[in-house]
């Protein structure tokens, strides 16, 4: 296979140069040395739906960067109980840099594909790297908004507005590009049960606001899981 050779790749190494992801994601703040250090010891691998990819309590070996897919965050209460609590997509980096152990577990929501590297060869470039520091530092900080944002959501909103927010939130993360034109199709990475437990609502609660939000157009819905989005503009006013 020829690799694509352009402005953003034409010094990277093989691995990096057809990866999308690496433009916004943590190695956007290195330089094509740095890139091949770290390239000696990543590895991307492809997970199904389903599979485990952090189990909670446990200590990292290694961190990774979402190239594709949707990842599930969990955590699990005394009683075995597990609550949904955020989703990952690309370029989001997966893990706690510098945790002793994993707060959280992860899955594949979908199928992902995903660029491990082990801790110490990570914790060691951001060691020596503040550019890379100050990325994964706003990449937190991102996150930490959007979870500020959700807990508005989870708080003051409806249910309708919850299912459209939710919605929403895949449509304009989990393929950017599909949903570039005001036009967004998708199949959902989450049960309905997976759904309601990230809302905080009932399975049937979803069901029928998922059934109202067809029946005025706002989306389409195909075999359960494939949604159709004609409008984005249409269904972000149904966010709330």
Same mark, same amino acid.
């Given at each position: 296979?020829?690799?694509?050779?352009?402005?953003?790749?034409?010094?990277?190494?093989?691995?990096?140069?057809?990866?999308?992801?690496?433009?916004?994601?943590?190695?956007?703040?290195?330089?094509?040395?740095? &890139?091949?250090?770290?390239?000696?010891?990543?590895?991307?691998?492809?997970?199904?739906?389903?599979?485990?990819?952090?189990?909670?309590?446990?200590?990292?070996?290694?961190?990774?960067?979402?190239?594709?897919?949707?990842?599930?965050?969990?955590?699990?209460?005394?009683?075995?109980?597990?609550?949904?609590?955020? &989703?990952?997509?690309?370029?989001?980096?997966?893990?706690?840099?510098?945790?002793?152990?994993?707060? $959280?577990?992860?899955?594949?929501?979908?199928?992902?594909? &995903?660029?491990?590297?082990?801790?110490?060869?990570?914790?060691?470039?951001?060691?020596?790297?503040?550019?890379?520091?100050?990325?994964?530092?706003?990449?937190?900080?991102?996150?930490?908004?959007?979870?500020?944002?959700?807990?508005?959501?989870?708080?003051?909103?409806?249910?309708?507005?919850?299912?459209?927010?939710?919605?929403?939130?895949?449509?304009?993360?989990?393929?950017?590009?599909?949903?570039?034109?005001?036009?967004?199709?998708?199949?959902?990475? &989450?049960?309905?049960?997976?759904?309601?437990?990230?809302?905080?609502?009932?399975?049937?609660?979803?069901?029928?606001?998922?059934?109202?939000?067809?029946?005025?157009?706002?989306?389409?819905?195909?075999? $359960?899981?494939?949604?159709?989005?004609?409008?984005?503009?249409?269904?972000?006013?149904?966010?709330?």
């Amino acid at each position: 296979m020829i690799a694509r050779k352009d402005i953003h790749n034409s010094n990277v190494p093989v691995l990096c140069q057809s990866c999308e992801a690496r433009h916004r994601g943590l190695c956007g703040a290195l330089d094509p040395e740095q &890139l091949s250090e770290l390239a000696r010891s990543t590895r991307v691998v492809r997970h199904e739906a389903g599979e485990q990819l952090v189990r909670e309590a446990d200590e990292p070996g290694a961190y990774a960067n979402v190239m594709a897919g949707v990842v599930k965050l969990t955590k699990t209460l005394e009683d075995g109980r597990r609550q949904v609590v955020g &989703l990952q997509f690309a370029p989001d980096f997966l893990g706690r840099l510098y945790g002793t152990e994993n707060h $959280l577990g992860a899955e594949a929501a979908s199928d992902v594909e &995903l660029c491990r590297v082990p801790r110490a060869a990570l914790e060691k470039l951001v060691g020596e790297n503040p550019a890379l520091e100050n990325r994964l530092m706003r990449q937190a900080l991102r996150e930490l908004d959007e979870a500020r944002d959700w807990i508005v959501t989870l708080g003051r909103k409806s249910a309708e507005e919850k299912v459209a927010s939710f919605l929403y939130l895949i449509a304009t993360h989990a393929n950017p590009r599909a949903a570039q034109g005001g036009r967004a199709e998708f199949r959902l990475p &989450l049960s309905r049960a997976d759904i309601a437990d990230f809302l905080g609502l009932t399975i049937e609660t979803v069901s029928r606001q998922l059934t109202r939000l067809k029946g005025a157009g706002v989306i389409e819905i195909d075999k $359960l899981r494939d949604i159709v989005v004609p409008d984005l503009a249409v269904l972000e006013e149904r966010c709330g």
